[in-house]
């Protein structure tokens, strides 16, 4: 028969699949930019441990808030401490963390949201009040609340993250799941007895999953923004640990008369966000998916 | 009768592929529409009649450009045209009727406004003046009190009302041609009758010229003087629409006759095997020429050319055509059904009847659903093992409703339905155990929606071969293997996506999904009206195949009722969920019958301008069934009076055994009707 057809396309592997979406993301400049970025700050937060100039924590009272020089890139901030060495290490507990909240965020907000969707009627309905109900919470002072009965440990605050930047993943999760509900190959997997664990993990998430993950992916920048105003509070990271919120806090007050050692990590922040945004619109766009028509929640 | 308004001129339209082929949606397509005739375009989905009929007012989609040719009006080239000059022929000289008038009214506003504001447009007319005018279009469309329905809002109109106010709206701007695209096809077989016939008066009293594309070729008959077929982008034949339905000289317009089921023949058409080419794969030669069962070896390399004959006014694209001249009074020769009919009952329906009624939260609490008068009501039917039952009836009339309830998709209020004389089925999914759900299997309506986008074909048929029999391996594989080739598709569709399938082809995936679980009883809701109809053929012809095959039992919801003349041994007609007639198909064709199936069987549209539609009761479009009495009073053209408003009628037995629900006593119900 018509096996030529240009309509016509094989069963393709995964790996084939995610580098062909790769691909297509790379093909629009803003896509290309975006890419770079995060794979260039993903790259950096793991050599730059061994790349770091200077110790970070080394205090050196003679060098105190010296200007950007050929021997200290980014000049030193008031306690002496190289800026460079402090920049392109402070990414790395800030990623590190928001990207494991981000996944428990994916993971908890997507099967909640996926399960309210299919099931329906009361459970839906009492779930998604109380989702309601967190999403009126400031999650700033919740976090705060958090942070300061259980401590700044790493073990609480990527799940007290994911759990609050799941709840809005809730209701993107259930309605696009509430999309596919209607259609027939549901009703025909539910007419045919399937359970709804099969119908879920066979029928729903296969359909629903790229939504989820571009909702998952800006999530990813928005906690990052959201971790780097707790360090800039000072319930982030502790010193002398070095962070890009934490840094932006200590040297505000220095603003006027040394800026380098806040330019450098604000930079670091914001092209990060920036690199991890566009790279989430690119991957919608490379699924196909119009991220402008759904409101942000 | 001479004077041409529209002239189409070697009009190519197509898109650029990835790769930068050009893909021709339409090729040289030449025709002129002269003032005052209807044109009729026909063809397949995917034959570009859409497309140039858009063309034909100056628009060529989001995607598309116009590759060549011209579309001449009023000797100007309409897609040469600056938007600003194309506003001011749209509207008042081209005006276009939508296929669905719900969608293409703004809900938020009032009938009267949208149409005002068309006037308003398309018109000098004053205020005043304006208001005068909206009633007369109203009238004129034959709604009834248009000052009531000038204030109505779109949502409380039925789909056969809004088309009418769509209608009204084209007619604002006093058009000199009205393109109309698939006008009726969402429409109710009787609705659809009452609005070409309104039609054809609007082209009879306006003296418009009209350009209606349909797929289906009984709507056509009806309305055109002249029809053009359309096969892959080319005008395959062009002709008077009476000598093009009676003697069609081209071999696709041939088959497509064939494939048409009728209601004057029982048994099932013959189907044309293949499909319409995509576009950009056409290689050399005839685009028929797979399908085609005159093909020779020349149609191969050859492309043929549109030829005029000038003795039939007829062109035609076909080398062959005149040995199809001498022979092509379209003989029809159907397969005659057999019926495996076993005198075990195997699905026995008594009392049912099924609520949508919201629950209050007592019965909430006492798990109970109260609800007086429910959608469906008291549906007894004893379904014996290898039938093929038909439910008919008009949207609305609960069909799919039962359906669902004997799936356990919908619970019912009351009744039983026992399966192979000693198993209650329970009425709710849950309580169902697998057994239960495996013997009755569903095929859907739209082949679209019911594969899972994500799933390749295997994937799709393994489902119900694991879930029930637990295959796994080289077993599963050999299964599916023997499934596909039950439906005719070959091992290599296994690694197929829906989405890479034709129509036809998606609904075979879902029919061997259906039939992988091996069950007794499979619904089929609609399974062909989402199909072309030459593919429709060849699905009914498989479905029928499979059940001589397979013992297997069909219950077959459809509004289509020379689809279910075709493959029903008996029928069972409803209206607003009561049962009207159940019977053998060969007797509930024929007369006496219920006055409501008498309704429908004059409704039906056949490929023939000969025979016209009986428009025998208003199309009304009744939200509840009544309280009390028959359901079908509101629209009966016979109703005897206050007997048939307070008291359900009685079942009455005709000599051939089909039972009819009516008050009207045989003898007379029969004599009216056979005039």
């Known amino acids: 028969m018509k096996l030529d057809n240009i309509y016509q396309e094989e069963k393709k592997s995964n790996f084939t699949k995610v580098s062909e979406i790769i691909i297509t993301m790379a093909s629009r400049p803003s896509g290309f930019i975006g890419l770079s970025i995060l794979i260039f700050h993903v790259i950096l937060a793991f050599i730059s441990p061994y790349i770091a100039p200077y110790d970070f924590k080394a205090i050196n009272p003679t060098l105190m808030l010296q200007a950007p020089s050929a021997e200290y890139w980014f000049g030193t901030d008031d306690l002496g401490r190289d800026v460079f060495t402090r920049t392109i290490l402070g990414g790395r507990t800030a990623l590190t963390i928001t990207f494991f909240g981000s996944l428990i965020a994916l993971l908890w907000g997507g099967l909640l949201g996926i399960f309210c969707g299919l099931v329906g009627g009361k459970t839906d309905d009492i779930v998604m009040r109380i989702v309601d109900a967190f999403l009126s919470i400031p999650w700033i ?18 799940p007290a993250l994911g759990f609050f930047y799941g709840k809005g993943i809730v209701r993107v999760a259930r309605a696009a799941t509430h999309d596919v509900i209607a259609k027939d190959f549901i009703v025909s997997a539910r007419a045919r007895g399937h359970s709804n664990f099969s119908i879920i993990w066979y029928e729903i998430i296969p359909n629903v999953r790229d939504a989820i993950l571009v909702e998952g992916a800006m999530r990813w920048s928005w906690m990052l923004l959201g971790f780097s105003s707790l360090s800039f509070l000072g319930f982030g990271v502790s010193p002398p640990t070095p962070d890009w919120g934490l840094m932006i806090s200590n040297a505000r007050g220095l603003m006027s008369f040394a800026y380098w050692s806040v330019i ?34 | 009768m001479t004077e041409i308004i529209q002239k189409v001129k070697n009009l190519s339209i197509g898109f650029k592929s990835k790769k930068g082929e050009e893909i021709l949606i339409l090729r040289n397509i030449s025709t002129n529409i002269k003032k005052g005739e209807t044109v009729g375009i026909v063809g397949e989905s995917g034959s570009g009649k859409s497309t140039l009929a858009l063309a034909m007012m100056g628009y060529v989609k989001h995607g598309l450009y116009t590759i060549g040719g011209e579309c001449e009006f009023n000797s100007s080239n309409l897609l040469k045209m600056k938007n600003r000059d194309l506003e001011k022929i749209r509207g008042r000289k081209i005006a276009m009727i939508p296929q669905n008038a719900g969608q293409a009214l703004t809900p938020n506003l009032k009938i009267g406004y949208q149409i005002d504001e068309a006037l308003k447009l398309h018109s000098d007319l004053k205020e005043e003046e304006r208001e005068q005018k909206i009633s007369e279009l109203l009238n004129k469309v034959r709604l009834p009190s248009p000052e009531t329905i000038a204030l109505r809002y779109p949502h409380e109109l039925s789909g056969g009302q809004q088309q009418r106010v769509a209608v009204a709206m084209a007619l604002a701007g006093t058009p000199d041609l009205l393109l109309l695209d698939e006008p009726t096809t969402g429409l109710d077989v009787t609705t659809q009758a009452h ?14 010229s009209m350009v209606y594309v349909s797929h289906d070729l009984g709507a056509i008959a009806q309305v055109s003087d ?28 041939y088959g497509l006759l064939k494939s048409i089921p009728k209601l004057s023949l029982a048994g099932l058409p013959q189907s044309m095997p293949g499909s319409q080419p995509q576009p950009g794969t056409m290689q050399r030669g005839c685009s028929f020429f797979d399908r085609c069962d005159f093909s020779e070896e020349k149609c191969k390399s050859n492309s043929p050319q549109l030829e005029y004959l000038e003795e039939l006014n007829t062109s035609v694209r076909c080398f062959n055509h005149k040995s199809l001249m001498n022979d092509s009074q ?112 569903l095929i ?39 499934l596909l080739q039950k439906v005719r598709l070959g091992e290599f569709y296994m690694s197929r996506y829906p989405r890479q399938l034709s129509g036809g082809e998606k609904q075979r995936v879902a029919v061997a999904r259906a039939f992988a679980a091996k069950p007794d009883i499979i619904l089929c809701d609609e399974v062909t009206s989402a199909l072309d109809v030459s593919v429709q053929a060849a699905v009914l012809n498989l479905l029928q195949q499979l059940k001589e095959d397979f013992g297997t039992t069909y219950i077959f919801v459809s509004h289509d009722l020379a689809v279910v003349r075709a493959i029903s041994d008996r029928v069972a007609v409803l209206y607003q969920g009561r049962l009207c007639e159940v019977g053998p198909s060969k007797d509930v064709y024929q007369f006496p019958s219920h006055p409501y199936t008498e309704v429908l069987l004059g409704a039906v549209l056949e490929p023939d301008p000969d025979i016209k539609p009986k428009l025998v009761a208003e ?50 119900l029969q004599k009216d009707q056979i005039n």
């Open chain 2, 330 to 441: 379209v003989n029809q020769t159907v397969n005659k059904i057999k019926t495996s009919l076993q005198d075990k009952e195997i699905l026995n329906i008594s009392e049912v009847s099924i609520s949508y009624a919201k629950q209050n939260l007592l019965d909430q609490v006492l798990n109970r659903i109260s609800d007086d008068n429910p959608t469906v009501k008291d549906i007894n039917i004893n379904i014996k093992k290898g039938e093929t039952i038909a439910l008919v009836g008009e949207s609305g009339s609960g069909k799919s409703t039962i359906l669902k309830s004997i799936a356990g998709l919908l619970r019912t209020k009351g009744g039983v339905i026992k399966f192979d004389q000693k198993r209650n089925l329970p009425s709710d999914l849950k309580e169902r155990d697998p057994n239960d759900l495996r013997i009755i299997q």
């Open chain 1, 264 to 297: 450098a990590p604000i930079v670091g922040l914001s092209s990060l966000i920036i690199g991890i945004n566009l790279t989430a619109d690119a991957f919608a766009k490379a699924l196909g998916i119009d991220r402008s028509t759904k409101a942000p929640v």
């Open chain 2, 444 to 482: 859907f309506q739209n082949p679209d929606e019911s594969l899972n986008p994500n799933h390749t074909v295997e994937e799709i048929i393994a489902q119900p071969l694991k879930l029930y029999f637990g295959l796994k391996g080289e077993e599963l594989k050999k299964n599916i293997k023997e």
């Open chain 2, 226 to 253: 002249r029809i053009i077929v359309m096969y892959s982008g080319e005008i395959v034949l062009e002709g008077p629409s009476r000598d093009i339905l009676k003697k069609p000289i081209h071999p696709y317009t």
């Open chain 2, 619 to 668: 199309d009304i479009v009744e939200e509840k069934p009544p309280q009390k009495g028959c359901s079908f009073q509101g629209r009966c053209s016979r109703i005897l009076g206050d007997i048939c408003k307070n008291e359900i009628p009685p079942w009455q037995i005709t000599n051939s055994g089909n039972s009819i629900r009516c008050h009207i006593p045989l003898k007379e």
């Open chain 2, 195 to 208: 609005v070409l016939e309104l039609l054809n008066f609007i082209a009879k009293d306006t003296g418009t």
């Open chain 1, 141 to 158: 002072l919740a976090m705060l609340l958090i942070v300061s009965l259980l401590g700044t440990s790493t073990e609480v605050l990527i």
